[in-house]
């Protein structure tokens, strides 16, 4: 194994075992291994480790923290951009081809029992159409309405990249001009085992890797030419999201509007947390710079304080959905350590020095990612963006029986959402009836009071569609 071209890189880390099985594998399978080895960088990943690299004392940052500086649902009227004039920007932005979406779809329906990628999950309560399907039509739509290109990126990992691309092409990117979609694939970090930092076999031939989180989007942006391709389309902001929440507004026009006007670099959209442990993201100060403090890390005497007037002093809660400037992605893809890692504790199955495969009981391994909201302190005038929870965020991440973010709670949040639409718009709708509207047939309230024909009366499922 000496003469192997990472022999002593491998020393020098205490990796070389990863190469005990090299003499025995076929070309094809050591070409494999090689090229999963070049890409780590064996330096960082020993930082990453022997944890040497500055972690923040998040229980330290959210006592002295502060709300952010926000646009708040029950003061629009007192916030120093009004909601319609920033519906008003961000109309033209989006009328001026300014605005571009980004979706995240790199998660695998597997803890919703779905061996597919999350985003081909049906969810649709009445047409059954899947999560992809219903995001994707809310693009086109907006599109259509203000008579532009609104170009999406579609960022995947390498456990669903073939499979999505195969979907969307079989679908016709489901309306989306050709040009106007691009999908890329967010990059991978090795697995290590936590009791000795060594590097896990996930085969003879293959290490294990796993998706270097949202925070890769940076890399994978620039890499794949995401970047290059939105400048060239006069893109210079964009709008993003998780697949796995139907409500998403990707490209609302008040959301960009009130970026716009406040010259920010990222804004947040968040929702008022239900209760003070709440499973979220929150989103605060701390020493002039606007941070998400993970619901893991956020001591809980912080989580309990309370106003005088007792609402939540902690009070935002991260919905994974930003408006970013292009130049300020632009600028930090080029620097390497703008993202820290995050270190988590999880299974994975490994061969051991025999080559016998193990499947874990308990977690043995810690897995490296970034996540995206850590560029918030980078961001110049950021700002968050209030926004009612039942139109918005309802997201699917566990299997039907859990409490929460399951595919029946998301489709009864369609379902009641689409319902308000439509009474306010004048229609009768049976008690119990659902009813799902098309983003291709109404994107809002607006757009259903404009279509609605009246009288209207519901008293079956009904899939309102062009």
């Known amino acids: 194994m000496t003469h192997h071209p990472l022999w002593q890189q491998l020393v020098a880390a205490g990796q070389q075992h990863v190469l005990r099985f090299y003499e025995e594998l076929a070309p094809d399978a050591r070409e ?157 970090m090795p697995a290590v085992d936590a009791a000795t930092g060594k590097l896990i076999l996930a085969a003879k031939d293959s290490l294990a890797l796993a998706p270097d989180g949202h925070g890769g989007m940076l890399e994978a942006m620039n890499r794949s030419g995401v970047l290059e391709h939105a400048r060239e389309r006069g893109i210079d902001l964009f709008c993003y999201g998780q697949v796995d929440n139907p409500l998403l507004q990707l490209c609302h026009p008040e959301l960009i509007g009130y970026h716009a006007l406040a010259e920010s670099e990222m804004t947040t959209q968040v929702i008022r947390k239900a209760t003070p442990l709440e499973r979220v993201g929150n989103v605060v100060m701390v020493d002039g710079k606007m941070h998400i403090i993970e619901y893991s890390d956020l001591p809980e005497d912080v989580a309990l304080q309370r106003n005088p007037d007792d609402t939540l002093y902690v009070w935002a809660g991260s919905i994974a959905v930003h408006v970013f400037d292009a130049a300020f992605l632009q600028r930090t893809s080029c620097r390497a350590d703008v993202l820290p890692f995050h270190r988590a504790h999880k299974q994975v199955t490994y061969v051991d020095a025999q080559g016998v495969r193990h499947t874990p009981t308990a977690p043995n391994a810690f897995k490296f990612e970034r996540f995206i909201f850590d560029l918030l302190p980078q961001a ?11 139109e918005v965020f309802a997201p699917v991440k566990n299997a039907d029986g859990a409490a929460t973010d399951t595919p029946t709670t998301a489709r009864n949040a369609m379902i009641r959402l689409h319902r308000r639409w439509l009474e306010a718009a004048g229609a009768q709708i049976a008690d119990g009836t659902p009813v799902e509207i098309s983003p291709l047939w109404a994107l809002d309230a607006e757009q259903v009071a404009e279509r609605l024909e009246l009288p209207c009366t519901i008293s079956q499922p009904t899939f309102l569609s062009p």
């Not at 646009?71 to 932005?93: K, M, N, P, T, V």
């Not at 110049?380 to 039942?390: K, R």
């Open 32 to 188: 494999q291994l090689d090229r999963q080895l070049s890409g780590i960088d064996l330096q960082l990943l020993q930082q990453l480790t022997n944890n040497t690299l500055a972690t923040p004392d998040w229980a330290a940052m959210a006592r002295r923290a502060t709300p952010p500086p926000a646009i708040r649902l029950d003061d629009r009227q007192a916030a120093f951009i009004s909601a319609a004039a920033a519906r008003r920007a961000g109309e033209e932005a989006l009328r001026a081809g300014r605005a571009a979406a980004i979706l995240v779809a790199g998660g695998q329906g597997t803890r919703l029992g779905f061996d597919h990628p999350k985003g081909m999950f049906p969810l649709g309560p009445v047409s059954g159409h899947a999560l992809l399907q219903i995001l994707i039509e809310k693009v086109v739509a907006t599109a259509r309405r203000y008579n532009a290109s609104v170009p999406l990126y579609v960022m995947t990992s390498p456990a669903t990249h073939t499979e999505t691309v195969a979907y969307l092409t079989a679908h016709d990117r489901f309306g989306l001009p050709a040009d106007d979609l691009r999908v890329f694939c967010q990059g991978t």
């Open 380 to 390: 110049h005038n950021a700002i968050v963006v209030e926004s009612e929870t039942a």
